[in-house]
């Protein structure tokens, strides 16, 4: 069967149905040109995710962080850590930010060290 070589374009006599080159050399320097083209594809697709990751950590870091209010945060953490206490029957020294929660301007003396 005649064929026509990939790479130099030589006809030649080819021994199956699936021979594409005249020879050993041209089959080598086919084998690299697909695998450099094969490379260069998986490479672009690689940037391009790692790209598109960018892209989505850039939007995800741009976003607000979540704005709390701050006093309703301590006194849910004292009325908790109170409610364990009773729980237990044990009245220990919680202290928060160096305040201890037992102290009856705990709220008001932790806004004044946060500020």
Avoid: W
Wanted: net charge positive; with cysteine; glycine share 4%.
């Amino acid at each position: 069967m005649k064929k026509t070589c990939a790479i130099c374009g030589k006809t030649f006599e080819a021994t199956s149905n699936r021979a594409t080159y005249c020879s050993e050399e041209c089959r080598k320097i086919g084998v690299a040109e697909k695998q450099k083209l094969l490379m260069r594809k998986k490479r672009k697709e690689e940037k391009e995710r790692k790209e598109a990751e960018l892209k989505t950590n850039i939007v995800n870091s741009t976003k607000p962080k979540k704005i709390r209010d701050i006093e309703k945060y301590y006194q849910k953490k004292k009325q908790e850590l109170l409610e364990n206490e009773k729980q237990f029957g044990y009245v220990g020294r919680i202290l928060i930010e160096g305040i201890d929660i037992h102290d009856p301007d705990f709220e008001k003396l932790i806004m004044e060290k946060i500020k």
